[in-house]
T-cell receptor
Framework: QKEVEQDPGPLSVPEGAIVSLNCTYSNSAFQYFMWYRQYSRKGPELLMY????GNKEDGRFTAQVDKSSKYISLFIRDSQPSDSATYLCAMSAYSSASKIIFGSGTRLSIRP | DAGVIQSPRHEVTEMGQEVTLRCKPI?????LFWYRQTMMRGLELLIYFNNNVPIDDSGMPEDRFSAKMPNASFSTLKIQPSEPRDSAVYFCASRRETGELFFGEGSRLTVL
C-alpha cells in the first residue's frame, strides 16, 4: 500500500463548478500537507500549505485536513479553464523534512 | 531569479547508452533534490543533497543510477547503461533550510 493515495482522474467539470480533490494517507506522523499544481510539461508549483488539521483558504482555493480520518482535500470555487492542470497532494512529518511524499496526481480539466 | 534550470529538456537515446542530466539550483538554496515522474509511479524522490553532500540515496533504483553535486550551483544525474524502463521525466528541485520546494521544468527522457 502506498503511503499517499490519490485518484488519478481524469476529472472534467464545466467552468464555474466547485471542484473537490482528495488524498488519503497511512502515516500518522504526517503533519504538514501541501497541494502542488502542475501544468502540462512544467514542474510542480506549490499552491497551498497547511499544518495539522483544519482549513486554510486562499482566494478561490480551500485546503482541508482531517488527521483523524487521514484525509485531505482541496476545493476550487468558481473553477476557470486556467485551473486545468494536474494537482498533486504532498505531505511530510516535519516542516523542514527533506522527505516529502507526493500523491500520484489528479488530472483536472475545466470545460469552457 | 532564474529558477531551477535543467538540461537537456528532452533526451532520446538508445538502450545501453549513458545519459547525463544536469541541474542548476536556485542560488542560496542549501538542498537539492532529484525526482522521477512516471504515470505508473507518480513523483518519486531519488536522492537529495544538503550543502553538496548526498544525504539520502535510498530512492535510487539501482547501481546504474548515480548523482553528484561538485559545487553549490551544479548537480548531475547519470544513468549508465540506460534501459527503456528508465523513460520518465526527471525533475530537479531546490529549497532553503526551510521553505518552499522549487522545481525545474524537467528533463524528459526516452530510452528506445
Amino acid at each position: 500500500q502506498k503511503e499517499v493515495e490519490q485518484d488519478p482522474g481524469p476529472l472534467s467539470v464545466p467552468e464555474g463548478a466547485i471542484v473537490s480533490l482528495n488524498c488519503t494517507y497511512s502515516n500518522s506522523a504526517f503533519q504538514y500537507f501541501m497541494w502542488y499544481r502542475q501544468y502540462s510539461r512544467k514542474g510542480p508549483e506549490l499552491l497551498m500549505y497547511t499544518y495539522s488539521s483544519g482549513n486554510k483558504e486562499d482566494g478561490r482555493f480551500t485546503a482541508q485536513v482531517d488527521k483523524s480520518s487521514k484525509y485531505i482535500s482541496l476545493f476550487i470555487r468558481d473553477s476557470q479553464p486556467s485551473d486545468s492542470a494536474t494537482y498533486l497532494c504532498a505531505m511530510s512529518a516535519y516542516s523542514s523534512a527533506s522527505k516529502i511524499i507526493f500523491g500520484s496526481g489528479t488530472r483536472l480539466s475545466i470545460r469552457p | 531569479d532564474a529558477g531551477v534550470i535543467q538540461s537537456p529538456r528532452h533526451e532520446v537515446t538508445e538502450m545501453g547508452q549513458e545519459v547525463t542530466l544536469r541541474c542548476k539550483p536556485i542560488s542560496g538554496h542549501d538542498y537539492l533534490f532529484w525526482y522521477r515522474q512516471t504515470m505508473m509511479r507518480g513523483l518519486e524522490l531519488l536522492i537529495y543533497f544538503n550543502n553538496n553532500v548526498p544525504i539520502d540515496d535510498s530512492g535510487m533504483p539501482e547501481d546504474r543510477f548515480s548523482a553528484k553535486m561538485p559545487n553549490a550551483s551544479f548537480s548531475t544525474l547519470k544513468i549508465q547503461p540506460s534501459e527503456p524502463r528508465d523513460s520518465a521525466v526527471y525533475f530537479c528541485a531546490s529549497r532553503r533550510e526551510t521553505g518552499e520546494l522549487f522545481f525545474g521544468e524537467g528533463s524528459r527522457l526516452t530510452v528506445l
